[in-house]
């Protein structure tokens, strides 16, 4: 009677697990970077407080900082996945954002002021947009020469990646551009780059609310396709578990305050009164983080609710079968790399607004971190698999081993062998994943 007991417990566990997987329909992958991110944190965190006498990870200051460190690498990797969904590769992204930067900094500081004037509202406008531009402009250029004239991916960004960094140098003869605009520095963060503790709550509100009228309108879509539905409890879950993130991002931010010394200045400027005990202001989400968020919602939307996102992965799957089917596979190669630039332009406004500063060296190395990022969140170099949710995570799971080991006080040369065998082992796990799944 025991054992018999004992054999029904052991075989009910595994299958309460399934059931679950099974009813709230989460992706497997994604719960174990939620797992792997914990780990990381967990452990750099408690390493800190054993062997330096503090945890430094954990808390809202690290994290905050975290979040606006991930955007740049965040933004470029949505991107990135549809370069790697169609077998190709972009090793140009960093020197992208090198140029672009370098443009968009002579752009706003000996340009535009002379024609416009110092300090002209439109100034930070014009530079974001000619970044970007210049951006879509280089990306559609390796995209039409890939395409069009059959040069490899890999060399045509392999020569991008050394001659828009050469640019970037020549281009003000390899001189810092500072300081940019006021108002374009407040899109990299900072305590000004940020809405608040009440702009904060408000989002998060229009989250939780986007996600249950998601969820609401997937099920009446199923139901009039006649698709099977998922338990309600199951929808329940969900739903919960989208909303406690959120909510804990929301309490993460606005326990962030502002540097006394910011506070000061602001209650000086705007006649406040401090009291004793000090001030307490909220960073709430920096901006840079609300434009990663815009990023990943249109990328996701472009992905999976348009025949644009439907033709990628066609491609991805089997070009040639995708070309008979009537895909236009040049024209779509010459669209996705030329996306894939507009994102680096995008990038380079983040950056180089957090940096309040251009150099020519803005961006280097990104395309490790943007290809990692990528690869971690589970695209499939062999084309045809990814995820935009999962590119982000990917770039926060990058950005946290860095932010990490930079903590604990690892060296450099440290960090670069941790990095380069993260991503060869996550290529290793994506192997593994797709031979089971077959």
Partial sequence: ???????????????????????????????????????????????????????AMLTPRNLWNLSVQTSSIGIMATGMVLVIVTRNIDLSVGALVGVTGMTMGLLQVEFLP???GLGNPFIWIITAVTGILVGAMIGAFHGWLIAYRGIPAFIVTLGGLLVWRGAAFLSNNGKTISPVDSTFQLLGGGPYGTIGA??????????????????????????????????????????????????????????????????????AANNITVPEEGLFISHGFAIPVLILFTVGILMTILVN????????FAIGGNPEAAALAGINVKWMTLKIFALMGALAGLAAVVASARLNSATNALGLLDELYVIAAAVIGGTSLAGGVGTIYGAILGALVMQSLQS?????????????????????????????YRKKAK
Wanted: with cysteine; hydrophobic share 50%; charged share 15%.
């Fill in 198 to 267: 009440t702009g904060s709550w408000i989002v998060g509100a229009l989250a939780c609310v986007a996600i249950i009228w998601m969820l609401i309108a997937g099920r009446r879509s199923r139901m009039a396709h006649g698709f099977p539905l998922r338990p309600i409890w199951g929808e329940v879950t969900v739903g919960g578990l989208a909303c406690s993130l959120v909510v804990g991002a929301v309490l993460l931010v606005n326990a962030y305050p502002w540097p006394k010394g910011i506070i000061k200045q602001y209650a």
């Fill in 305 to 312: 609710r348009t025949r644009f996102g439907r033709n990628v």
């Fill in 404 to 432: 990490g080991m930079v903590l604990i006080g690892f060296d450099t040369s440290v960090q670069q062998i941790v990095v380069g065998s993260v991503l060869v082992f996550a290529v290793y796990l994506d192997n593994l």
């Fill in 114 to 116: 002379q024609y416009l």
């Fill in 1 to 55: 009677m025991t054992d018999s007991t004992e054999t029904l417990t052991k075989s009910d566990s595994p299958n309460l697990i399934a059931k679950f997987l099974k009813g709230t329909e989460l992706d497997t992958r994604l719960l174990g970077m939620f797992g792997a991110l914990a780990l990381i944190w967990l452990g750099f965190h408690f390493y800190g407080a054993i062997f330096n006498g503090y945890g």
